[in-house]
């Protein structure tokens, strides 16, 4: 269903790429856009259990893309260290295929919110609970269960392991 990765000598290990999710704090969300466009944005996000959670305002074009088309894709960028002399760029990155959905059940939406506020707020947890009160029915949750991963890094790196 999915496409093997061209230059599989370039292929994170699994396990890598999900250390890479678990460890960055932002990424590009691409949806079906407007006209047929491919709409991406720049969001926050935390992993856990094979999901990305991010959280929305309740309207919006990144909205009305995943009402019209649950598949999305999710990027990482690791690493990005641009070589002059070599003309290349060292990088890592991972990309995620999954579906999205809106979440509506109080305990998936509370589980969300709190895993953010853990990822991004650890040392304020009971501020964060009051943050997640206060603007509980202004907030809109997605999940997004990923089908499939890839981890992708410049050749050079796997060079520099050996």
């Keep these: 269903m999915f496409r093997e990765m061209r230059r599989k000598k370039q292929l994170l290990p699994e396990a890598e790429s999900l250390e890479i999710l678990k460890k960055h704090t932002s990424g590009v ?3 079906s856009g407007d006209n047929g466009y491919p709409y991406t944005v ?3 996000y935390t992993y856990q259990d094979h999901k990305l959670y ?3 305002a309740k309207t ?3 909205l009305d893309g995943i009402k019209h088309n649950d598949k999305v894709t999710f990027c990482v960028i690791d690493q990005d260290e641009v070589k002059q002399a070599t003309f290349t760029t060292h990088f890592r990155s991972v990309i995620v295929f999954g579906r999205a959905k809106i979440l509506t059940e109080y305990g998936e939406k509370r589980a969300a919110l709190e895993s953010l506020v ?3 707020s650890p040392a304020y947890i009971a501020e964060g609970q009051q943050e997640i009160e206060r603007d509980w029915n202004e907030v809109c949750l997605v999940e997004v269960s990923i089908e499939h991963l890839t981890g992708k890094a410049a050749i050079e ?3 520099n392991k050996e």
Aim: aromatic share 16%; hydrophobic share 35%; net charge positive.
């Design 29 to 31: 969300l691409g949806v």
């Design 42 to 44: 720049p969001l926050s």
């Design 54 to 56: 991010f959280h929305c």
């Design 60 to 62: 919006g074009h990144k």
């Design 118 to 120: 853990e990822k991004y």
């Design 157 to 159: 790196l796997f060079k």
